[in-house]
T-cell receptor, first 109, second 114 residues
Framework: GQNIDQPTEMTATEGAIVQINCTYQTSGFNGLFWYQQHAGEAPTFLSYNVLDGLEEKGRFSSFLSRSKGYSYLLLKELQMKDSASYLCAVRDSNYQLIWGAGTKLIIKP | DSGVTQTPKHLITATGQRVTLRCSPRSGDLSVYWYQQSLDQGLQFLIQYYNGEERAKGNILERFSAQQFPDLHSELNLSSLELGDSALYFC?????????????FGPGTRLTVT
């Protein structure tokens, strides 16, 4: 079957760095997405990786290793507004998005 | 603002009833997706339409149905509602179905079944 694993919850301190991991087992691979979702709100797109390596976008970076079925989202200089759930999603061989359950990130002052 | 609109924002109804949720995709987007998100749960993919045709089906119950109209707006119909159907229902749209196309989500419809 298809599976995406992320930690359920993580806690970090304002100003620090946090890495949220995502491992996947899917039928085929056509890209990996990270989304941010604040409680009760719609998910918003953060990043897209299809080739191995690191993609940097301001305070957020996303890394992909296709051979290991692994990705991480790195958030630097954490701010209180970064408290949210972070969703990992993989596009499979049928171009369907398979979603992880999300990681709830709690930022403490 | 993602450009995807959903109505209504909130809906409260009783068990056994039927409701219709509406979604208008971003201008130019041909693909529409419907998701269900129960409290503190992940996104559950329900169904996808592309340019009026059903493209993919996820964990959609037989009591639920959807369609996409010629103007590309979409409706999700939920019937014989049960308490467990209470959830946030999101609609998302994308330009196409290629690998790099991200989905843009609407604000959601919060359904409460009493």
């Amino acid at each position: 079957g298809q599976n995406i694993d992320q930690p359920t919850e993580m806690t970090a301190t304002e100003g620090a760095i946090v890495q949220i991991n995502c491992t996947y087992q899917t039928s085929g691979f056509n890209g990996l997405f990270w989304y941010q979702q604040h409680a009760g709100e719609a998910p918003t797109f953060l990043s897209y990786n299809v080739l191995d390596g690191l993609e940097e976008k301001g305070r957020f970076s996303s890394f992909l290793s296709r051979s290991k079925g692994y990705s991480y989202l790195l958030l630097k200089e954490l701010q209180m507004k970064d408290s949210a759930s972070y969703l990992c999603a993989v596009r499979d061989s049928n171009y369907q998005l398979i979603w992880g359950a999300g990681t709830k990130l709690i930022i403490k002052p | 603002d993602s450009g995807v609109t959903q109505t209504p924002k909130h809906l409260i109804t009783a068990t056994g009833q039927r409701v219709t949720l509406r979604c208008s995709p971003r201008s130019g987007d041909l693909s529409v997706y419907w998701y269900q998100q129960s409290l503190d749960q992940g996104l559950q993919f329900l169904i996808q339409y592309y340019n009026g045709e059903e493209r993919a089906k996820g964990n959609i119950l037989e009591r639920f149905s959807a369609q996409q109209f010629p103007d590309l707006h979409s409706e999700l119909n939920l019937s014989s509602l049960e308490l467990g159907d209470s959830a946030l229902y999101f609609c998302a749209s994308s330009v196409g179905t290629g690998s790099s196309y991200e989905q843009y989500f609407g604000p959601g419809t919060r359904l409460t079944v009493t």
